[in-house]
């Protein structure tokens, strides 16, 4: 009787032993998934990237259609679903920093800051779109611009504030910095500070005047001031070509909807799925951006890039620090060998 007991329980450490080791192996088979496409997409980006170096004229020449009905909606509308996850996240900021008692007072009223300033940039940087020369180019489109982008942002950021309200937030929160910080430090190269530095022409600028030479991705258009100021109806918008911050934000989208699996457990097994799927909705940016004559291939190409490096490196820090919910696991195993 007692050599069945001590038998038994035998089996039993085995068998906990046994789950614990498939739960870390798992756990390091999904960390190498992550990795490998994130490497597939980044690689398929650098050849872009090249290809465009040598061709970039060409290709625009054969694709640009001057007020493209699709180019100009996707100029406007395309960076919503993008912008919806960066209010989820803010949303889910809130209620998670509202919820922690491990928080003192100064780090939640920070955390309420970040949050409303995530809606408000939000709103500012969608409602600009549809009326700005990227998009339709009517001022008239301003307030119903901006009401729209209100609107939608403000579903979003609730959405994010409902959802996490009722879950593990010591969990939940690190998840919503980490997709924050991946969207603030993915878009401010793409958005603004190469733009600042390199100031190419905008293919359909370049196709416009016939004074406008073309420019390849590292040579800038240093005499810009003097052409805006000779013909004051272009502005420096026409002169940031490279990179394209919409094709950025587009590419964002790969790491928002495989990200969506920690507040909504059913899609785990839909993760890459979910993140090709926001590739496939940066591609379709990248296209439509060169199909209005906005960019050229290698704007669209490095304004991703930067995204899946930012995105890479982001994911590899975390997943060090275990950050992520998976990491749970391995640290729950004891040493096995």
Known sequence: MHFGIVTHKIQMINTIKNDKITKVINYGVSIMKKRFHLLIVIGILLVGFVVGSFLDLQINKALFSKDNGFGLFMASFGVYPCYMGFAFAGGGLLITSMKRKDFPLWAKIICYAVSGIVYGLGIYLCGKDMPSVN???????????????????AGAFAGGFFVCRNKDVVKLWPILVIMLVIFTFALLPAGFLIKLVIHRPRFRLYMQDASIPFCNWWESFKEYKEYIA????????????????HSGTGMILAMFLPMMAYFFPKLKKYQTALFYGGVAWGLVMMFSRMLCGAHYLTD????????????????????????????NQEEAVPALE
């Open 135 to 153: 998009g339709y180019n009517n001022p008239d489109l301003n307030i119903p611009s901006f009401c729209i982008a209100a609107l939608v942002l």
């Open 230 to 245: 000779a013909n004051p109806a272009f502005t420096k918008e026409e002169f940031k070509s490279f990179p394209s911050g």
């Open 300 to 327: 669209v190409c490095a304004g991703s890039l930067i995204v899946m490096i930012v995105y890479y490196i982001v994911n590899e820090f975390a997943i060090r620090k275990g950050l992520y919910e998976e990491k």
